[in-house]
């Protein structure tokens, strides 16, 4: 029921592009994202809620493809305060609750 | 308002011993969650409150484990007899219907 999150890890130098997928068995009403830096809670990035939406928050932009159960995190131009774990909280239809993906580690280099 | 506080931040505790964590949400939100989270992985969903009501609870929480949220406020969740396996940092989270999570800082709990 967990999603799957791919990759579970990846290395960056400022100014590249990263691409974070959430993957979920479950027909989802929505998918969060959250980014949580070491020993600090979650912190919201943005929500999808319709299919093929796509949500952009600056330079981090996330699509969620409802028929596949699937979104992902789009992070152009990183920047070094972008490192951190970023989680997908998704909602089935059939809960009120969110379901936090396996996590991805992101580090951002000079 | 200064978000969602938790307390107290830090917890050790004897195995066998009862705990008890609290929660202050940010005041306009009717939702509040508890979850559990251990090293490298995710939150792992506890239980959940719409105002005072426990709407849902983890089949995977013991009996061990009680929350309560009276008046539709404040949380506190209780852990009885702790275990070895309990240490966990548990995370409260608060929002609106179907809103953005808010978290707390959390409580980190560690059982010796």
């Known amino acids: 029921q967990q999603p799957v999150q791919s990759p579970q890890a990846v290395i960056l130098r400022e100014g590249e592009d990263a691409v974070i997928n959430c993957s979920s068995s479950?027909?989802?009403?929505?998918v969060h994202w959250y980014r949580q830096k070491h020993g600090e809670a979650p912190v919201f990035l943005m929500i999808?809620?319709?299919?093929?939406e796509q949500k952009g928050h600056e330079k981090i932009s996330a699509s969620f493809n409802e028929k596949k159960q699937q979104s992902s995190l789009y992070l152009t131009a990183s920047q070094l305060s972008y490192s951190g774990t970023y989680f997908c909280?998704?909602?089935?239809?059939?809960?009120?609750?969110?379901?936090f993906g396996t996590g991805t580690r992101l580090q951002v280099f000079p | 308002d200064t978000g969602v506080s938790q307390d107290p931040r830090h917890k050790i505790t004897k195995r066998g011993q009862n705990v008890t964590f609290r929660c202050d949400p940010i005041s306009e939100h009717n939702r509040l969650y508890w979850y559990r989270q251990t090293l490298g992985q995710g939150p792992e969903f506890l239980t959940y409150?719409?105002?005072?009501?426990?709407?849902?609870k983890s089949r995977l929480l013991s009996d061990r484990f009680s929350a309560e949220r009276p008046k539709g406020s404040f949380s506190t969740l209780e852990i009885q007899r702790t275990e070895q396996g309990d240490s966990a940092m548990y995370l409260c989270?608060?929002?609106?219907?179907?809103?953005?999570?808010?978290f707390g800082s959390g409580t980190r709990l560690t059982v010796v």
């Open positions: 909280g998704t909602e089935p239809w059939d809960t009120d609750k969110l379901i």
């Open positions: 999808l809620l319709k299919g093929g």
């Open positions: 409150f719409q105002n005072e009501a426990q709407l849902e």
């Open positions: 479950k027909a989802l009403y929505s």
């Open positions: 989270a608060s929002s609106l219907e179907q809103g953005s999570y808010t």
